[in-house]
């Protein structure tokens, strides 16, 4: 699978949890973490396809970038009071994509996720401990195909780490490999100078 279906698959898995407005929850998690993504390669090795960075304060605000190198691939903003922000690096602009949300992420004890149709075992990432949510879903091209999504009270609405399995293998995954569980710097929240539009 391509890099850039690849990355649409993770952010339409992994940003829409980051997109709530949290302003309404009484002390939302505040956080800043670092996922990897690695696919599987036709030889049966892995490949590392991008680092995230993701900052969540307790205000709801959210900063969310993905890296291949020293490239930006992916960069976004969400504030509850403003809307979820694009950045266009390569046109050097701003594109306001979405306007505030109305749909809030509840806080979430471990009887939501253990009372959860889907929910598989518990696990551990990173001293944390995780709920494992799996989901199947069959693909026109490839069949039955699995994927296992990580989820903490301590990050929200957002995940751990996610994987997908075809035939038996890990075909691709993306998990946190650093966790800081404070709240992240006002600079993390600040936009690029570049101008800004609305979505057309």
Do not use: W
């Amino acid at each position: 699978m391509c890099r850039k279906v690849f990355l649409s698959l993770i952010i339409l898995i992994l940003l829409p949890h980051l997109e709530f407005s949290l302003s309404a929850r009484t002390k939302a998690p505040a956080y800043s973490m670092q996922r990897r993504s690695t696919a599987r390669n036709p030889d049966g090795s892995y490949s590392l396809v991008a680092a995230e960075f993701v900052f969540v304060s307790s205000d709801g605000r959210v900063h969310n970038v993905q890296k291949a190198g020293d490239q930006v691939l992916n960069e976004m903003f969400y504030f509850p009071d403003k809307g979820r922000f694009v950045v266009d690096h390569k046109n050097k602009r701003i594109v306001k994509e979405a306007p505030p949300s109305q749909q809030q992420c509840p806080i979430r004890t471990p009887e939501y996720y253990t009372s959860n149709q889907n929910f598989l075992e518990q696990a551990v990432v990173l001293g944390i401990k995780a709920y494992v949510f799996r989901f199947v879903y069959n693909d026109p091209k490839n069949g039955t195909m699995f994927r296992d999504i990580y989820y903490a009270p301590e990050v929200g609405c957002s995940a751990l780490k996610a994987v997908f399995y075809k035939d038996g293998y890990i075909e691709r995954m993306t998990e946190v490999v650093a966790l800081d569980l404070k709240e992240p710097d006002a600079s993390a929240f600040k936009m690029p100078d570049y101008p800004l539009i609305e979505k057309q």
